[in-house]
């Protein structure tokens, strides 16, 4: 069994910051993509960044240049740094992540966290 755990959620004024955390434990041989997706309430849940397993990023247009998603392998976790928010950051944010858990099985991309809140007060 494969678990995502998110953190660092909270409410936060806009302009400022907050750092997410999500780790994965359980029994898996790796994961290679890590990704972080969001969800507004009436809307519907759009990615917000990836990174590989060899730290290669993407970003959403509407994040890039204040998000910063990063990994430490070693840890199994995906952090995904939030500068200058805005409100319509505000949102649940979701980690997911395509896991091997056996070395004869494809890499499965249907691993989620629980969801972190993230609120910014305009």
């Known amino acids: 069994q494969v678990q995502l755990v998110e953190s660092g959620g909270g409410l936060v004024q806009a302009g400022g910051s907050l750092r997410l955390s999500c780790v994965a434990s359980?029994?898996?041989?790796?994961?290679?993509?890590m990704a972080w997706y969001r969800q507004a309430p009436g809307k519907q849940r759009e990615l917000v960044a990836t990174?590989?397993?060899?730290?290669?990023?993407n970003y959403a247009d509407s994040v890039k240049g204040r998000f910063t998603i990063s990994r430490d392998n070693a840890k199994n976790t995906v952090y995904l740094q939030m500068n200058s928010l805005k409100s319509e950051d505000t949102a649940v944010y979701y980690c997911?992540?395509?896991?091997?858990?056996?070395?004869?099985?494809?890499?499965?991309?249907?691993?989620w966290g629980q969801g972190t809140q993230v609120t910014v007060s305009s």
């Open positions: 990174v590989t397993s060899g730290g290669y990023t």
């Open positions: 997911n992540a395509g896991v091997k858990v056996t070395p004869l099985r494809p890499y499965e991309y249907n691993y």
């Open positions: 359980g029994s898996f041989v790796s994961i290679n993509l």
